[in-house]
């Protein structure tokens, strides 16, 4: 009975934490969007329910974040007095997948955490950035995997867990992206688009994997044909003019 009643009382406060925190009552967007093969930002958009501005764990939370954004060199902007976005820039894939991995991480969350402590259910993820040079593209893949099992309601329940929560990952880029998900059916899990966006509703509960690839034209590469061009243009004139004879 003891320990019947203290798995109840467990559920309970992970359900108020989730409900504070990362349910209904707040909106949370993470988004990476690529400007270029050499620079992008990843864009966190975090909108309150006014009944939450006063609470003083959602204040701490969102203190934390705050912290979290500086510390790698990332901006805070104030939308309204319940809506923030925190922009971290990266300068390229490797310093993209660094940055995003390191601002999820338990480690940072815990340096800056500071004289208020702040308890919330183990959630881990992994970032992976993988890059391809083919001259004047690149192809660049993006895969994520988050755990949100600790997020999930008992299945006796009567409340369903995408009715508390509402987070969303997406990507952004120049030509738009391609969704890689399929499950072993072969069947494409949903993402829907929106302009060049590309957009996932994460699932509460369960293990999320998302997989997308998009091609970007490289700078670089291009320069290199330009210039390569205007040689062999040279050097082909050059040949076409007459010999003079003294």
């Known amino acids: ?18 409900c504070l925190i990362t349910s209904g009552c707040v909106n949370y967007d993470v988004g990476v969007k690529f400007d270029s093969p050499n620079g992008g930002a990843i864009v966190q958009k975090i909108q309150l329910d006014d009944r939450l501005l006063t609470s003083g764990t959602s204040q701490t939370w969102l203190a934390n974040i705050e912290q979290r954004t500086r510390k790698l060199q990332g901006k805070i902007r104030k939308v309204s ?8 820039p990266f300068s390229n894939g490797q310093d993209l ?8 991480s338990t480690e940072l969350a815990a340096k800056v955490r500071g004289k208020k402590s702040l308890e919330l259910p183990q959630i881990d993820s992994k970032f992976v950035v993988q890059q391809g040079n083919f ?40 030509w738009g992206a391609q969704s890689l998900n399929r499950t072993k059916n072969g069947v494409v899990i949903p993402a829907r688009r929106n302009g060049k966006q590309l957009i996932w509703t994460l699932q509460p509960g369960v293990q999320n994997h998302i ?27 050059k040949k076409q003019q007459p010999v003079t004879v003294s």
């Open 1 to 18: 009975m003891i320990a019947k009643l203290a798995r109840l009382l467990k559920h309970l406060v992970v359900l108020c934490i989730v």
């Open 97 to 104: 997948e660094k940055k995003f991995n390191e601002f999820f």
């Open 211 to 237: 997989e997308t690839a998009f091609w970007m034209p490289n700078p670089l590469g291009i320069g290199a044909l330009v210039i390569a061009a205007i040689v062999a243009a040279g050097i082909f004139f």
């Open 135 to 174: 001259i004047v593209l690149e192809r660049t893949r993006l895969i994520y995997d988050i755990d949100l099992r600790s997020l999930g309601i008992a299945t006796d329940s009567p409340i369903s867990p995408n009715s508390l929560l509402d987070l969303q990952f997406s990507v952004e880029a120049p």
């Open 81 to 88: 007095s319940n809506e923030i976005i925190a922009t971290i």
